[in-house]
C-alpha cells in the first residue's frame, strides 16, 4: 500500500546536536511538506518542496534545513539554531497543481530535546 | 488573504450527545476546496472530506455530517451520537485553486473534541 513513512516515532535530541528526521513516500507525489505542531496549536509548514532539487521556506524555517535529493524523499534537519526543537513533526505529500487533493500525512516523529 | 478560523479551542461532550465543530474561512477565490481532517491521539492526520466550492450540498456519511454555505463562508461539522472513538482534533483546511504554482493547505489551528464515556 502506497503511504508516508516517518522515521524515527520518537527522538531525543542533546542540546547543541543536529539531528535528521526521515521523510519518505511511495505516492509518486511531486509536492511534500514539513509542518511543526505544538501541544495544544495548531499546525505551522517549515519548508515545502514542489519538485527534486527545490524548495521552499514556510512560516517558521529558522533552525531547519531540507534537502530533496530524491522524490521519494524528504529529510527535514533540526540543527542546533532551533532554540526550542521539542515537538511533533509531521510530513505530507500531496499532487503538485491539483488544489482539490489534500495532503497525505505520515504518523509523525515526536522530537525531545534532553 | 485566505485564513481558516476554528474559533472553539476545545469542545467536552457526554457519549451520545451530538456536536457540532464550526469552521470559518476568508478566501478572495471563487475557485476552492475545503477539507476536514481528524487527528487521534496517534497523531497522523486522516482524511474524512473535500467540498469544492461549487457544491454546496451538505453531506452525510454514517454519524458525520457537513454543512457547507457560502453565504456565510462556514463549513461546519457535526457528529452524531458521539463515541469515545471520536475524540480526536480536529482540523479544517482551505486550498485555492489559482493559489500559485502551489495547492498550499491553508489549515486551522484545530478544535480538540473529548468525548467523556
Known amino acids: 500500500d502506497g503511504g508516508i513513512t516517518q522515521s524515527p516515532k520518537y527522538l531525543f535530541r542533546k542540546e547543541g546536536q543536529n539531528v535528521t528526521l526521515s521523510c519518505e513516500q511511495n505516492?509518486?507525489?511531486?509536492?511534500m511538506y514539513w509542518y511543526r505542531q505544538d501541544p495544544g496549536q495548531g499546525l505551522r509548514l517549515i519548508y515545502y518542496s514542489q519538485i527534486v532539487n527545490d524548495f521552499q521556506k514556510g512560516d517558521i524555517a529558522e533552525g531547519y534545513s531540507v534537502s530533496r535529493e530524491k522524490k521519494e524523499s524528504f529529510p527535514l534537519t533540526v540543527t542546533s539554531a532551533q532554540k526550542n526543537p521539542t515537538a511533533f513533526y509531521l510530513c505530507?505529500?500531496?499532487?503538485?497543481?491539483?488544489?482539490?487533493?489534500?495532503?497525505?500525512f505520515g504518523s509523525g516523529t515526536r522530537l525531545t530535546v534532553v | 488573504a485566505q485564513k481558516v478560523t476554528q474559533a472553539q479551542t476545545e469542545i467536552s461532550v457526554v457519549e451520545k450527545e451530538d456536536v457540532t465543530l464550526d469552521c470559518v474561512y476568508e478566501t478572495r477565490d471563487t475557485t476552492y476546496y475545503l477539507f476536514w481532517y481528524k487527528q487521534p491521539p496517534s497523531g497522523e492526520l486522516v482524511f474524512l472530506i473535500r467540498r469544492n466550492s461549487f457544491d454546496e450540498q451538505n453531506e452525510i456519511s454514517g454519524r458525520y455530517s457537513w454543512n457547507f454555505q457560502k453565504s456565510t463562508s462556514s463549513f461546519n461539522f457535526t457528529i452524531t451520537a458521539s463515541q469515545v472513538v471520536d475524540s480526536a482534533v480536529y482540523f479544517c483546511?482551505?486550498?485555492?485553486?489559482?493559489?500559485?504554482?502551489?495547492?498550499?493547505?491553508?489549515f486551522g489551528t484545530g478544535t480538540l473534541l473529548a468525548v467523556q464515556p
Open positions: 505516492l509518486n507525489h511531486d509536492a
Open positions: 483546511a482551505l486550498s485555492e485553486a489559482y493559489g500559485g504554482a502551489t495547492n498550499k493547505l491553508i
Open positions: 505530507a505529500s500531496s499532487i503538485q497543481g491539483q488544489a482539490n487533493y489534500g495532503y497525505t
